[in-house]
């Protein structure tokens, strides 16, 4: 199986994804370092990212999903996957369910003040907003919790229903 934990920009993406895949004993991708350097100049620029910006980024994300499926393994994905075209893209990767890290714009632009990210500039959280599309069937969690009650939160709603009561996947 593959968890994306997904959302905007200064959601905690990699901080719950490394947690969750520390709780798992899976591996970690960090999808940011997927990025072609054009993008990552773009964004430290300030600029956001367009659809054709992304689709290279998200098809070598999926080609690491692919890689990780083949090899009989799993992995928790930190990465944006914004629109539901962009989750798509990662469908034919194998199981991959998705973790939507979701929060207000007014709480995640306090933690970006006080975050230095080493590209990404907390001008570019609105049009994060604008572009995301609240994802139908993935386990929201709400991003005010800490993060090891977010991890209990995931792991529960990520366990087959016949094992709610015994520990997560």
Known sequence: ??????????????????????????RFIEGDEFHPEGNVEKMASGMPLTDEDRWPWLDRLADEMRAVEAA???AVVACSALKEAYRARFAPAGDVRFVHLAGD??????????????YMPASLLASQFATLERPASAVTVDIRMPVDRLV????????PPAAQGASPP
Do not use: F
């Open 152 to 159: 209990d939160a995931i792991c529960a709603a990520l366990a």
């Open 1 to 26: 199986m593959i968890v994306v934990v997904m959302g905007v920009t200064g959601c905690g993406k990699s901080t719950v994804g490394a947690a969750l895949a520390a709780r798992l004993g899976w």
């Open 105 to 118: 714009e007014a709480t995640i632009a306090a933690r970006l003040a006080r975050r230095r990210h080493r």
């Open 72 to 74: 009989g393994d799993n």
